[in-house]
């Protein structure tokens, strides 16, 4: 592995200065589809509900496994890849950003290396997500009558939106969960900026400060 993960995690700068140059994107590419393909699985009880207020005759996708033939209707698998397409989108975004942010600081660096850190600042999802799934399954297991969408999203009722800002689910962007792992992100962002664009500490952190307050800001927007 290009950059230690542990190492990573607690001692970002450390890591990055540890890694050997020129970063993979192979690593971070893979990193980043997980955690698109795990957002994706936490929807997937708001997907269920949905499904069983749609029509039966609902355009399908067949996929052949086998002998068995197994129907997905077609807005989910739409939903499946648009949200794997949507964090991969994030990542080049976010990327752009902050490169756009350490240039204006006086900085000097390559947006391919800063392109493959801000991939593996993605990492405290690893930590976060199986966290999560065992809270989830406590409180599911000790909660008479609770939903998974109610243990996850704070909502129990699908009814073509999605209650995301009142911080009574898991991961809602209010809940403390969405908070922790993006201030954990922004505290990676300093390493990657000390390190790979050559910016004094202070001011790596100041750019890796106001990236994340915008990222915490935007997050709680109205969609």
Same mark, same amino acid.
């Given at each position: 592995?290009?950059?230690?993960?542990?190492?990573?995690?607690?001692?970002?700068?450390?890591?990055?200065?540890?890694?050997?140059?020129?970063? $993979?994107?192979?690593?971070?590419?893979?990193?980043?589809?997980? !955690?698109?393909?795990?957002?994706?699985?936490?929807?997937?009880?708001?997907?269920?509900?949905?499904?069983?207020?749609?029509?039966?005759?609902?355009?399908?996708?067949?996929?052949?496994?086998?002998?068995?033939?197994?129907?997905?209707?077609?807005?989910?698998?739409?939903?499946?890849?648009?949200?794997?397409?949507?964090?991969?989108? @994030?990542?080049?975004?976010?990327?752009?950003?902050?490169?756009?942010?350490?240039?204006?600081?006086?900085?000097?660096?390559?947006?391919?290396?800063?392109?493959?850190? !801000?991939?593996?600042?993605?990492?405290?999802?690893?930590? !976060?997500?199986?966290?999560?799934?065992?809270?989830?399954?406590?409180?599911?297991?000790?909660?008479?009558?609770?939903?998974?969408?109610?243990?996850?999203?704070?909502?129990?009722? !699908?009814? @073509?939106?999605?209650?995301?800002?009142?911080?009574?689910?898991?991961?809602?962007?209010?809940?403390? $969960?969405?908070?922790?792992?993006?201030?954990?992100?922004?505290?990676?962002?300093?390493?990657?900026?000390?390190?790979?664009?050559?910016?004094?500490?202070?001011?790596?952190?100041?750019?890796?400060?106001?990236?994340?307050?915008?990222?915490?800001?935007?997050?709680?927007?109205?969609?």
């Amino acid at each position: 592995m290009d950059v230690p993960l542990a190492t990573l995690l607690v001692r970002p700068r450390e890591a990055f200065e540890a890694a050997e140059e020129p970063l $993979s994107l192979v690593q971070p590419l893979v990193l980043v589809f997980l !955690v698109g393909a795990s957002s994706i699985a936490t929807a997937f009880p708001v997907y269920v509900a949905l499904q069983r207020g749609l029509p039966s005759d609902i355009a399908t996708v067949e996929f052949v496994i086998g002998s068995q033939t197994a129907r997905l209707p077609l807005w989910f698998a739409i939903g499946i890849v648009g949200g794997i397409l949507i964090v991969l989108i @994030g990542w080049v975004v976010t990327a752009a950003l902050l490169h756009g942010a350490a240039r204006l600081a006086g900085g000097r660096g390559r947006f391919r290396q800063l392109f493959a850190v !801000v991939g593996w600042s993605h990492a405290p999802y690893v930590v !976060v997500y199986p966290l999560v799934a065992l809270v989830a399954a406590w409180q599911l297991a000790t909660t008479p009558g609770v939903t998974l969408n109610e243990v996850l999203h704070g909502t129990n009722s !699908v009814d @073509g939106t999605l209650v995301t800002f009142n911080g009574a689910g898991l991961i809602d962007v209010s809940s403390m $969960s969405s908070v922790a792992v993006t201030l954990w992100i922004g505290y990676i962002w300093t390493g990657a900026l000390d390190v790979t664009y050559d910016l004094s500490r202070r001011r790596a952190t100041a750019v890796a400060v106001v990236a994340t307050v915008v990222m915490l800001v935007t997050l709680q927007l109205p969609v």
